[in-house]
């Protein structure tokens, strides 16, 4: 049990890094990353918060990849709650200052993508499933036989041309996340010589048993102690 909450304390911490950095990135005004633009799109024609529209669309996709059988875990669907939701806290208090040029831009941009990346190493390395967003490019893979990373390529092309044609913020801030996020991950893994392929993915069946499993060893160890 002891291990499940350092694991879930990775993923949860995880979860607001990434949050955190999500909303660096915001405010650095010149440009979403792909996902962003179409959420952020997504939020103006709808009416409703940033964090609101990527929860929906977390949930869109998170039950479009598991109808079409890929195996969710407890991370996926925390990932799809709880990002947006720490997104909209942290741009409720307007902590983060509003860039107003290139000049401080780039930097705050670059500084959210590494963020993210960090927050990226705890959620992975805490092994409850991927976000809904990296199954999704899992499935296309499997379904197409198309390599990962022209699937990647597909569906950030496509929510960024959604998100531009909805009015969310595309430009050289687009650009700058979809080549320097890879970079800034290899980086991180690289610095704390973490190998993600080394991960087990639970599911959030499997996480359901393990749970009872340490809840009956516990159970029966007490027992063997009373006697």
């Not at 296309?140 to 390599?147: A, E, H, L, S």
Request: charged share 10%; proline share 3%.
């Amino acid at each position: 049990m002891k291990l499940f909450i350092i694991r879930f304390i990775n993923l949860m911490l995880g979860l607001f890094l990434y949050a955190i950095g999500i909303a660096v990135t915001l405010r650095a005004n010149i440009g979403y990353a792909p996902w962003d633009a179409f959420h952020a799109g997504l939020s103006q024609k709808a009416g409703f918060s940033f964090g609101t529209a990527s929860i929906i669309v977390g949930i869109f996709v998170g039950v479009l990849v598991t109808v079409l059988g890929e195996k969710v875990g407890l991370g996926t669907i925390l990932n799809m709650v709880l990002i947006g939701i720490y997104i909209d806290i942290i741009m409720f208090t307007r902590i983060l200052p509003l860039s107003q040029s290139y000049v401080t831009g780039i930097p705050m941009l670059l500084a959210g993508l590494f963020i993210i990346a960090v927050g990226t190493y705890f959620y992975i390395k805490s092994g409850f499933g991927s976000g809904p967003r990296d199954s999704l490019m899992v499935v296309m893979n499997r379904k197409t036989r198309i390599p990962v990373g022209i699937c990647r390529i597909m569906v950030e092309l496509t929510v960024t041309f959604a998100g531009w044609a909805l009015g969310g913020m595309v430009g050289i801030g687009t650009v700058i996340s979809g080549v320097a996020i890879g970079f800034f991950v290899q980086l991180v893994f690289a610095v704390l010589k973490f190998e993600p392929a080394s991960v087990q993915h639970e599911t959030l069946r499997q996480t359901y048993q393990n749970i009872l499993t340490q809840r009956r060893l516990r159970t029966e160890s007490r027992g063997r102690k009373g006697l």
